[in-house]
């Protein structure tokens, strides 16, 4: 803007001030401001803490440990104490093997739906769903429709809304150094038994996708609150990852234009709501280790 444009502008806004006649516009801040962050404690557990997911009446947090190849990558269950305590229960039993497990998520009629990445070289495939039932996972089978079958591209960081009915997961494309080159929202949709890609993805994703690496959802009860993770650029050794937010008024709607939650600072990743989405978890890299934390909305 130039000189004499502001300049104008700046003269308006002071007669404007100095009227009687006229009320001052008020500009609402429709921004979601959070409190400060809390280190979150799994008693009994002392292992890395990665890609929280918290069940939807709050009762269980469940996990996996270091998703790095140097380790057996597995899915793991604790019980609430408080909302910066839990109790870990162990490994969830039934799904592990020398593969990875990770990136738990779960509806209200307790299936579980989770990254495998062991038969993706065979079948392209890597999301898969199984019933949980007091830390045991039972019935798994892979879930269809959702790989776009070509080597390279992988799902990952699968999302399943509270009814079951909708699965928010990424479409990946990874290089021959195994890093990811893209990384972007897909949503799938239930028809009878099975899920759809929803032909209105990028409609309803087109502010939440860029050319930077969108990853790691987290959706609200209502649907109408999505968080997630992304790195600018590529990844490198100086990357940062940062958590956002996006809203929406209806579930047939676009997300809004993602906000940056300021106050979650750090290397961080994978937001899952409190049981009232009042509140996030997220895990944070600090001193090479992956701990948890809890942050809270402000009214």
Not at 243 to 253: C, G, M
Request: charged share 20%; net charge negative; with cysteine.
């Amino acid at each position: 803007m130039k000189f004499h444009t502001l300049l104008s502008l700046s003269f308006a806004f002071i007669l404007l001030s100095c009227s009687s006649s006229e009320e001052d516009e008020v500009i609402e801040d429709t921004s979601i401001k959070f409190g400060s962050p809390q280190r979150v404690t799994v008693q009994g557990y002392d292992d890395q803490i990665m890609e929280p997911f918290l069940s939807r009446d709050g009762s269980i947090l469940f996990f996996n440990n270091w998703n790095n190849p140097s380790v057996d990558t597995n899915l793991h269950w604790s019980t609430r104490i408080n909302n910066t305590l839990f109790e870990y229960q162990g490994e969830l039993q039934g799904v592990a093997t020398e593969d990875l497990e990770g990136v738990p998520t779960m509806d209200q009629n307790n299936t579980l739906y989770y990254v495998y990445t062991g038969d993706y070289f065979q079948t392209l495939q890597s999301i898969y769903k199984g019933t949980y039932e007091d830390g045991v996972l039972s019935n798994i089978s892979v879930v269809e429709n959702l790989s776009l079958n070509e080597p390279g591209w992988l799902n990952f960081d699968v999302e399943v809304a509270n009814d079951g009915q909708t699965l928010y997961f990424v479409d990946g494309l990874y290089d021959e150094n195994g890093g990811p080159r893209e990384a972007n929202f897909s949503i799938a949709r239930k028809s009878g038994t099975e899920f759809q890609r929803d032909p209105n993805s990028a409609t309803i994703l087109a502010n939440i996708n860029t050319e930077d690496l969108e990853y790691a959802a987290a959706i609200s009860k209502n649907e109408l609150e999505l968080s997630f993770t992304r790195i600018i650029g590529d990844i490198s050794p100086d990357s940062e990852a940062r958590i956002y937010i996006a809203t929406r008024t209806s579930t047939d709607l676009p997300f809004s234009v993602p906000q940056l939650i300021t106050e979650i600072t750090g290397f961080v990743e994978g937001p899952t709501f409190s049981a009232d989405d009042n509140g996030l978890y997220y895990h944070k890299k600090e001193n090479e280790d992956f701990v948890l934390y809890y942050i809270e909305k402000q009214p």
